[in-house]
């Protein structure tokens, strides 16, 4: 998530109330982040159209945490463009399974032809074939044959002077006489869309018939990515799309534009050069990733699932008052236990690494201590903690087992957030005033 939506969720969670104009604001901040992560201005127009329309009805201008909300419903809406569900492979029902690799010269499709046959060796137990059918580039044959030396699939190969069309057929023919069950066609690119190269790809189809057209795409080209899918799914009718090269530093929003484009689903992200490095594409984990937010969604889901909501908003109303026990203490550091803890929950921020979390060195167990002194307290003690006398205080150390100045510690600790509660209420109650028709 970029720093200055991140602000701008900031400011609107310290409202009670969210208006209009701040959705606004927050809508400006979302398409900024989009267009960052190069998803096509089109799509983005479209989208935040929808987000906005769905984040101004009334259960998110009424929540707790409108600006949590709004940001859920981002991610939910990009997880729609995107299929929603993963989308497997075609298979065919009579073997064998045809797939042929299509896309510009360098996308990588002679690498995800490789690890496509070592995946549906692996977890389909398919018996693979790959087919060389780009017979231009001097090195290409030679290529597919290394990869295939690498992961031990069998090479179909005749050589660069015969037409590709004629190299799929004999490749599909020899695959049925050794009874191979999933066929790869790679075949040639070109830096750029060219009238020849959609032909031949077109007659290489026509003939093999195949049950998908994977169309390979270079993430890292951005907004061009989107032009090249569209192009090949108009002259070809692709079935299925792989991303590749998303190890690199790209937010992956062309996997947005082309899914909204062509309306293809994208079915595998290539993560490393390597043989293993082909991974099914999940639209939910895509979508936190081109918002940059980490797992800050699942630590949303998960706090949504522990907070009730009614106990919190009785709480802050206590926090207005003044109010604000031990006994809210108490439950506070309890929801904060059921999520994981202070470590997991921090663990889940971008940006927070395990390195970090051990040199803010936090105890966890001092939580369960500081409970046990709470629990160790009456009822009037919790709920005015004024009148914890010294001998009050040893007896609650003596109860709880733990020493006299840990309780000294906590008492003093919950009077300062007490302070600063008394604080951020007292402005709060400035902006109520001025606030309209409340
Ligand atoms: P083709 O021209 O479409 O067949 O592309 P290649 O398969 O020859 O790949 C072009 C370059 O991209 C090669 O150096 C590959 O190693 C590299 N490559 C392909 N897929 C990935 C990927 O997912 N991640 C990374 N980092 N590199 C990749
Ligand atoms: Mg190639």
Do not use: C, W
């Amino acid at each position: 998530l970029s720093e200055r939506l991140q602000s701008t969720i900031q400011q609107i969670k310290g409202k009670g109330k969210v208006t209009e104009a701040d959705i606004k604001a927050m809508m400006r901040e979302v398409r900024l982040a989009l267009l960052e992560a190069d998803v096509n201005f089109k799509v983005v127009k479209q989208f935040t159209q929808t987000v906005k329309e769905r984040a101004l009805g009334a259960d998110v201008m009424e929540s707790l945490t409108p600006g949590q909300q709004v940001i859920k419903i981002v991610q939910e809406e990009l997880t729609h463009i995107m299929g929603d569900e993963q989308t497997k492979i075609n298979m065919s029902q009579k073997p064998p399974t045809v797939v042929m690799m299509v896309g510009l010269q360098g996308a990588g499709k002679t690498t995800t032809a490789g690890k496509l046959a070592l995946n549906m060796r692996k977890k389909h137990n398919k018996k693979p074939l790959l087919i060389a059918g780009d017979i231009y580039r001097p090195a290409a044959i030679n290529q597919l044959k290394t990869v295939g030396k690498q992961i031990d699939i069998p090479v179909f190969s005749l050589g660069d002077q015969v037409s590709p069309v004629e190299i799929a057929k004999q490749g599909l023919q020899h695959a049925k006489e050794e009874h191979l069950d999933f066929v790869i066609i790679d075949t040639a690119g070109r830096l750029h869309i060219d009238g020849d190269l959609m032909e031949e790809l077109s007659n290489i189809k026509e003939l093999v018939n195949p049950d998908e057209i994977m169309l390979v795409v270079d993430a890292m080209t951005g907004q061009d990515a989107v032009n090249v899918a569209e192009s090949f799914n108009d002259q070809l009718d692709i079935t299925g799309v792989t991303l590749t090269k998303l190890d690199g530093d790209t937010r992956g929003g062309a996997a947005l534009s082309i899914r909204a484009v062509t309306e293809k689903p994208i079915k595998f992200i290539g993560m490393s050069e390597k043989m293993d490095g082909l991974e099914p594409f999940h639209p939910e984990r895509m979508a936190s990733r081109i918002l940059g937010m980490g797992d800050v969604m699942s630590l949303i889901e998960k706090a949504q699932g522990q907070i009730d909501e009614d106990k919190a908003k009785e709480m802050e109303q206590r926090m207005r008052k003044n109010e604000f026990s031990f006994n809210d203490f108490l439950t506070s550091m309890d929801q904060m236990q059921n999520m994981g803890g202070l470590e997991t929950i921090l663990g889940m921020f971008p940006g927070v690494n395990k390195k970090m979390l051990n040199n803010a060195n936090f105890d966890e167990r001092q939580i369960d201590y500081f409970k046990a002194i709470i629990l160790s307290m009456t009822d009037e003690e919790r709920d005015q903690p004024a009148i914890i006398n010294p001998s009050r205080k040893k007896r609650i150390a003596k109860g709880s087992g733990r020493p006299l100045s840990e309780v000294n510690k906590l008492l003093k600790q919950f009077n300062e957030m007490k302070k600063m509660m008394k604080q951020f209420t007292g402005n709060k109650g400035k902006g109520k005033k001025g606030r309209k028709g409340n």
